[in-house]
């Protein structure tokens, strides 16, 4: 990682420089970004069926944890939706939202307390890298049910009287997404339902510093699978060097 100078030699830790009783805001603003940096917190969520076997597991996992060696404070947590799927909604936790915590049912608080545990560790990551594979054009039913729990009124976005105010802010998302066809461009783009869908959630409630990266045109044959894994890993690698 490439630590930023501020005036001292380029490559190591800055260190605030005092005038009188006062640090210098020069050095003490990137010295504190520095440190930022080091005690970074990623959050990896995977949502592939496929398991550890989805391209989308595998990119988004390389990306996490590629990001976790350059940070050598940092934290990983780790959302395996497809190993530890999430209980779809349902009337208990939509009821329970609305009443008070003492007031709820061990359904409703059982409910309730997934949704506050998901929106915790979101709440807690600097960083979300989320990998996506494409399941009848749009998201898996896997990743659709995490922004279910989520995105709660009150909590991750508020009602405004002209929109919606996102709450969940300052964070950087890396969005994975993975699909058999070609959805960037040509005659399928408008049946996307994944990529803009997904950006929209994350929008939605605050996250609007995404970056996509996209390994599309797997299903084209074993060439095609070939050269699309090739250009993901060259984008992988180029995000890692604008990260460091």
């Not at 010295?31 to 988004?60: E, K, W």
């Not at 390389?62 to 799927?85: E, M, V």
Request: aromatic content about 8%.
């Amino acid at each position: 990682m490439r630590v930023p100078s501020c005036g001292a030699k380029a490559g190591t830790i800055p260190s605030p420089m005092r005038f009188g009783n006062r640090v210098s805001e020069d050095y003490l603003v990137p010295f504190l970004s520095y440190l930022g940096v080091l005690m970074s917190h990623i959050l990896l969520i995977t949502s592939s069926p496929r398991g550890a076997d989805g391209l989308s597991t595998r990119f988004a996992g390389d990306l996490a944890r590629k990001f976790a060696g350059q940070r050598p404070a940092s934290t990983l947590t780790i959302r395996d939706l497809s190993a530890h799927p999430l209980p779809h909604i349902d009337a208990a936790y939509v009821d329970g939202r609305m009443v008070a915590p003492e007031a709820r049912t061990p359904a409703q608080a059982e409910a309730v307390s997934l949704a506050e545990t998901l929106i915790a560790e979101l709440r807690a990551a600097d960083t979300i890298v989320i990998g996506s594979a494409m399941t009848n054009f749009g998201p898996s039913t896997q990743l659709r049910t995490w922004f279910d729990y989520v995105i709660w009124p009150g909590v991750t976005f508020n009602y405004g009287s002209q929109s919606m105010e996102g709450l969940v802010t300052g964070k950087k998302v890396y969005l994975v997404t993975t699909s058999g066809g070609v959805f960037s461009e040509g005659p399928f783009a408008p049946m996307d339902y994944q990529a803009g869908y997904l950006k929209h959630l994350l929008g939605f409630i605050g996250m609007t510093d995404v970056e996509l990266l996209r390994v599309e045109g797997t299903a084209y044959g074993p060439e095609a699978a070939q050269a699309a894994i090739e250009k993901a890993d060259a984008a992988v690698d180029a995000l890692l060097a604008r990260a460091a």
